[in-house]
């Protein structure tokens, strides 16, 4: 799949599942019938914490859902007991990443090819001109990324959303990389809200917490959540931690929050569709 690509930049790029859409094609040649959402992470394994359920459920409702993660996790743990040599750690995350893209119905996984803790260094024009290429190619109505913060400062965190803003509106400006597609307007920019999302969830008054902009029920694919989870077997400890040794795991599993970067005026906060008011 990467001669799909015009360009080196992206290291590697393949199709990882098609998910509840029978018959529609997984690459993310966008129509007005296939909404497109898109996800900008830093490592294997952000996904499937912070936006696991949802991609499930848009994937099940018709949405082409498109991961871009930065990194190989290749300063992650390596679980304990450890699960490979740390010199292992980067394959074996890429396939956890991949199994777990596929469980939650993600069609298209594209794999930036950065180091894990030197995402901040990566050059700007470099990472602008693979994510505007993949923007103006899969023609997202949705893009989901962390907040400034990072969500727990992390500095790739913080990178990456930087990283995804800077390529969201560039990508929409025909001045900007002319040779990389025709432009496209993101309908929509969200952030993971702040700091572990998934306590959030747990108050409930959540609905009444500032950065809560949407609240996406994904009850229905918690299931789903687990595994991907799991599948990510080198970051069972982490799993554990923050869902599968909660006494509320199946409350934590079934929400997850957003909140608005960019986007149309709100009707009301929260929404429960991230698509809310695209048209
Ligand atoms: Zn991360």
């Not at 001045?175 to 809200?193: I, N, Q, T």
Request: charge should be negative; glycine fraction near 8%.
């Amino acid at each position: 799949m990467a001669s799909l690509w015009t360009f080196d930049c992206i290291v590697s790029l393949l199709v990882v599942a098609s998910f509840g859409s029978a018959g529609r094609s997984p690459k993310c040649h966008n129509d007005a019938m296939a909404p497109t959402l898109l996800l900008v992470f830093a490592h294997p394994d952000d996904e499937t914490f912070l936006a696991g359920g949802t991609a499930c459920k848009y994937s099940a409702e018709g949405v082409t859902v498109v991961l871009a993660t930065a990194t190989g996790g290749e300063a992650g743990k390596a679980g304990d007991p450890p699960l490979c040599t740390r010199e292992e750690l980067p394959a074996l995350r890429e396939t956890e990443l991949r199994r777990a893209a596929a469980l939650v119905g993600i069609a298209e996984l594209a794999l930036l090819g950065y180091r894990d803790r030197d995402l901040a260094a990566a050059p700007p024009d470099r990472i602008r001109e693979q994510l505007v290429t993949l923007i103006r190619r899969c023609r997202p109505a949705v893009v989901v990324t962390f907040d400034p913060n990072g969500a727990n400062l992390h500095p790739d965190h913080i990178a990456i959303s930087r990283f995804a803003s800077d390529a969201v509106t560039a990508a929409a400006d025909p001045r900007w990389l002319p040779g990389s597609g025709p432009p496209h307007d993101v309908g929509r920019l969200a952030w993971v809200p702040g700091r572990r999302p998934w306590q959030l969830a747990r108050e409930d008054d959540m609905a009444a917490h500032p950065g809560v902009d949407f609240v996406i029920d994904v009850s229905a694919w918690r299931d789903r959540k687990a595994a991907a989870l799991r599948a990510h077997g080198t970051q069972h400890q982490s799993a554990e931690r923050n869902f599968f040794s909660q006494p509320d795991c199946d409350r934590l599993l079934g929400v997850e929050l957003f909140r608005q970067a960019i986007g149309p005026r709100l009707i009301r906060r929260p929404l429960d569709d991230l698509f809310d008011g695209l048209g």
